[in-house]
């Protein structure tokens, strides 16, 4: 059964760093999504990205976020200096189309000391 | 008007028994309203979902009520299994456009004891 694939699975960073998590979304997906689970608190939507371009992202995803397809297969999210509050699970989804399921990956633990 | 409210945040239920979990939007643009289950270091994955055109979906031991003027859906596991033990979310989206942004409720955590 195909599935989305995220490395690390756990991640540590001290407050400043910059850190890149990795995704590899399902082969024929179109369309790619981040979202955040903070500890014991909801999965909150970061962005979303198709046809190589952000199409949303909400309030959290300010400019120390960005996205990127570097190569057609992997879906990338870079924190540009992190804070502690960043800590949390990130999760990478991708989807076939607007109208099918979403399919998320395991996640990756980020904690930022 | 964006929030999904998930209630209750933890249940115990007993082998066999019924799991509802109920959920409130207040966003009338919302069209998909799906559940995710996820285990213990696992990523959600869909479990069931349903469009406001039909009142009710069954599939197997789960069944998502929906209520449209109340804006209100519920999940029901029935015959509940120690295996459902997880996190459940609740979650509504508003497709049409170029996004797919799932807002999420609180989750429950529900535990079956054997």
């Known amino acids: 059964e195909p599935e989305v694939t995220q490395t690390p699975s756990h991640q540590v960073t001290q407050m400043g760093q910059e850190v890149i998590l990795r995704c590899v979304p399902i082969s024929n997906h179109l369309y790619f999504y981040w979202y955040r689970q903070i500890l014991g608190q909801k999965v909150e939507f970061l962005v979303s990205f198709y046809n190589n371009e952000i199409s949303e992202k909400s309030e959290i995803f300010d400019d120390q976020f960005s996205v990127e397809r570097p190569d057609g297969s992997n879906f990338t999210l870079k924190i540009r200096s992190t804070k502690l509050e960043d800590s949390a699970m990130y999760f990478c989804?991708?989807?076939?189309?607007?109208?099918?399921?979403?399919?998320f990956g395991q996640g990756t633990r980020l904690t930022v000391v | 008007q964006q929030q999904v409210k998930q209630s209750p945040q933890s249940l115990i239920v007993q082998k066999g028994g019924i799991s509802i979990i109920n959920c409130a939007y207040e966003n009338t643009a919302f069209d998909y309203f799906p559940w995710y289950q996820q285990f213990p270091g696992k990523g959600p994955a869909l479990l069931i979902a349903?469009?406001?055109?039909?009142s009710e979906k069954k599939e197997g031991r789960f069944t998502i009520s929906f209520n449209k003027s109340a804006k209100q859906f519920s999940l029901h596991i029935m015959d509940s299994q120690p295996g459902d033990s997880a996190t459940y979310f609740c979650a509504a989206s508003q497709r049409g456009g170029s996004n797919y942004k799932l807002t999420f409720g609180k989750g429950t955590l529900l535990t079956v004891n054997p």
């Open positions: 349903i469009r406001p055109d039909v």
């Open positions: 989804a991708s989807s076939l189309d607007l109208n099918t399921e979403a399919f």
